[in-house]
């Protein structure tokens, strides 16, 4: 799938399923969402979890700064993209993101706003790093969703506390392209 399909396929997916604990993936491959954003695992079961995320027909994203077992540098990544195959990754490291980008990997660069010296050097380093989207934290901020919406020309995930359905609809009124939850209990809203 190329980066203009995974734009869309952000565009129709508003809730993304996020899973902290791989013995929960099951249930991520029967939600609603046709995205993955997987946030655990290691070197010995990431593989196994891909594969049968691709078997139910799901696009994989890889949260890079969690998984275990790997280094964190492009040497892995490469091992991530020729291997385990996932369509992209997710990481607050600009140089893991940078390897990512020379591998052809979908990037999300995931961002913490804690206040306006980090919305600040947040922009700038969106606006620095150009990544295909990025991922705001906490996600129950649309002040700043809208902020960060109307200062990039990318796609805009909010992720991080959201655990109510009105949750999800304040954050999409506020401009985020889609949410990222691992609240199962959401993941067909």
Wanted: proline content about 3%.
């Amino acid at each position: 799938m190329n980066h203009y399909e995974l734009i869309e396929l952000f565009k129709d997916n508003p809730v993304i399923s996020a899973v902290s604990d791989i013995n929960e993936l099951d249930k991520a491959l029967i939600a609603a969402s046709d995205i993955v954003f997987i946030l655990t695992g290691d070197i010995f079961n990431l593989e196994e979890a891909v594969i049968k995320c691709k078997e139910n027909n799901k696009v994989v994203f890889l949260h890079l700064d969690l998984i275990k077992g790997f280094s964190k540098d492009a040497v892995a990544i490469a091992y991530i993209k020729k291997h385990i195959k996932v369509d992209g990754v997710i990481s607050t490291k600009v140089s893991l993101l940078k390897a990512a980008r020379e591998e052809g990997l979908f990037i999300i660069q995931r961002l913490f706003m804690l206040d306006s010296a980090s919305y600040d050097a947040s922009v700038q380093a969106i606006q620095s790093l150009k990544p295909d989207a990025v991922e705001i934290m906490p996600g129950i901020l649309p002040k700043i969703i809208t902020r960060v919406c109307k200062a990039v020309n990318i796609p805009v995930i909010a992720g991080g506390l959201i655990d109510k359905k009105e949750e999800i609809i304040t954050g999409l009124k506020a401009g985020a392209t889609c949410i990222s939850t691992t609240k199962q209990n959401l993941w067909n809203e």
